[in-house]
């Protein structure tokens, strides 16, 4: 227990720092020699027996284990090697899992990546993408009918509700949407 305290302890203080530095501050287990923003293949590495995948956690992340089943069977077949997914239960016990050396490939969320390359050595190479393409996502302005709101504007000295900070489409994307094409900015506006 004192293991996993401890790596969960470096995994938050980690995020907290980075919460206050500026956008990349890689973490001094790993290297960047080539200057491309993301952690550089470490000297040492590990070959484990049994791949372990995640992917971003939802409410119920034992329910992806099924959605994810034909890329896990695929993904061992590719690698000779066993495959299990791994329900991670927040995007904090994912990333220190990877940081722990007990994820291997994971599916995070994009507002996490940057926290996951730099606290666990993260290396993004694939986004999510289908037969049109990249996939993407669009905001939308939820409210309730009697409230006047017709217009983005209309939120001006208002209350609005996000999720949580990490979160590139709940939190960080309307968040520079709303203050660069509206001029609405939280705490200001």
Request: hydrophobic share 45%; charged share 20%.
């Amino acid at each position: 227990m004192p293991f996993v305290r401890r790596h969960l302890f470096l995994g938050l203080a980690c995020a907290v720092a980075l919460a206050t530095l500026p956008a990349f501050a890689l973490d001094v287990r790993y290297t960047d020699v080539d200057g491309d923003l993301v952690a550089d293949t470490p000297a040492k590495t590990i070959d484990p027996r049994t791949l372990m995948f995640a992917y971003t956690p939802g409410e119920d992340p034992a329910l992806y284990t099924r959605v994810w089943d034909a890329f896990l069977q695929h993904l061992a077949r590719a690698t000779a090697k066993q495959v299990r997914f791994f329900p991670a239960q927040s995007n904090t016990a994912q990333i220190e899992a990877m940081r722990a050396d007990r994820l291997h490939i994971a599916g995070f969320a994009t507002g996490s990546v940057p926290i996951a390359v730099n606290c666990a050595g993260f290396v993004p190479f694939a986004i999510m993408g289908g037969e049109r393409g990249i996939l993407g996502y669009e905001m939308e302005i939820i409210t309730y009918p009697g409230s006047a709101i017709r217009t983005p504007a209309d939120l001006k000295g208002r209350k609005l509700a996000f999720t949580s900070p990490t979160s590139n489409s709940g939190f960080k994307a309307p968040s520079v949407l709303l203050r660069g094409e509206f001029g609405l900015e939280g705490e200001r506006s």
